[in-house]
């Protein structure tokens, strides 16, 4: 096993580093925001350093096969081209045209040159141009890597055309403008009632406390909770105490009469924050189940929470099993799970839904963001990272 550190000043640049010193078999074991050593790093911002690790038979051959045949190709073609400009080459040209002349009217000796001379120019652009060509095949090659390394789905991207770069910096730029066109924001006055729906484990609770913190604590509203998950042993206890620590009313819900009671009782709060059982997208009958309670809530906002280290194809599974509750915005959760946040935008585009919250930890109630577009581009392309 190799293992090496990397001080850097962001994940792109850790990425970028590890995939070109390790391959892309190289696995991230650990990153820590640390200061430069010695007194001036206390003037400076803060460094990351990146432990990555890789498996010593995990050498990465593919990739370094696909590069290193188009290298081969780019230097016979250049070898080529070096044969014509050699100047004792193109002096050979001149000579054999120069033997040719006297058996041929001098005019005649004049036009064959001039062709000879064509010709040559005429092979010279074409091989200009197939290097041109494998230099784009292998920016593109790079451009792919990124986006994988970034866990950005490439099918996605539907108006960027990989081959069309001349280098990897003007990709970027052109994904930027993607990123901003795609992916859309919202940061919400959350009043009236407030459900939060999505897959079983992903933090819906545990993100209706840290709601309920911001909106009791710090924005000072009278705030009430309601659950219907009595499914899972633990769960009424787990919103139950973080009621009690914030003296909050909370009301448990088993039928959909009582959710209707619930929410009569409560409506002297500003917010009331439902929170719902997990449910597997794959079971419509529970997908079902859960809209029924849903209608009797009269809810102002529905969010979909889905954790930020979900699988690509699993985002399309949860998309499709919620999609017949009409919830209005996502919230990506347990973002310091994962070193990659192409997700951010998988979610976004998939969804058409604008992204309300994220959150990057177990603490109650501080590790929840409202994200700008600004920083959540910065971490889809690796500028940033939540830790
Ligand atoms: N690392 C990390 N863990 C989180 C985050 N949010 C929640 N968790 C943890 O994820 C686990 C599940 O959280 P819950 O809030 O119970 O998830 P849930 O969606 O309510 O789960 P069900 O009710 O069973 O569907 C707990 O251990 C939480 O502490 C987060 O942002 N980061
Ligand atoms: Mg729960």
Redesign the pocket.
Known sequence: MLIKKYLVKNMNEAMTRIRYELGKDAIIISQRKVRESGVKGYFKPKLIEVTAALENSKVDKKKSKKVSEVDNFKDSLNSIKSIFEKEEVKAHIDRSVEIEKPSISEKADTKKDEALKDEVKEIKELLNKVIKNTNKEKEALVAVDFLRDMDIEENLLEDINLENYEDIESFKDELKEVLKRDIEVVNKDLKGNVVLI????????????KLAGRLALIEKKKVGLITI?TY?IG?VE?LKTYAEIMNIPFKVVITLKEMEEAINSLSGCDVVLV?T???SSKNTMQISELRAFIQKVNSSNISL?ISGTTKNKDIDAILSGYGEINYEDTIV?????TTSYGCLYNIAKKSSKPISYI????NVPD??KVPSKDEIIKLILGEESVC
Request: proline fraction near 3%; glycine fraction near 16%.
């Open positions: 999505g897959p079983t484990g992903v933090g819906k609770t545990t993100t209706i406390a998950d899972r769960a787990q929170d059982t997990g449910r929470v959760t347990k973002l310091d799970e959150t990057v930890g177990q590790d929840i």
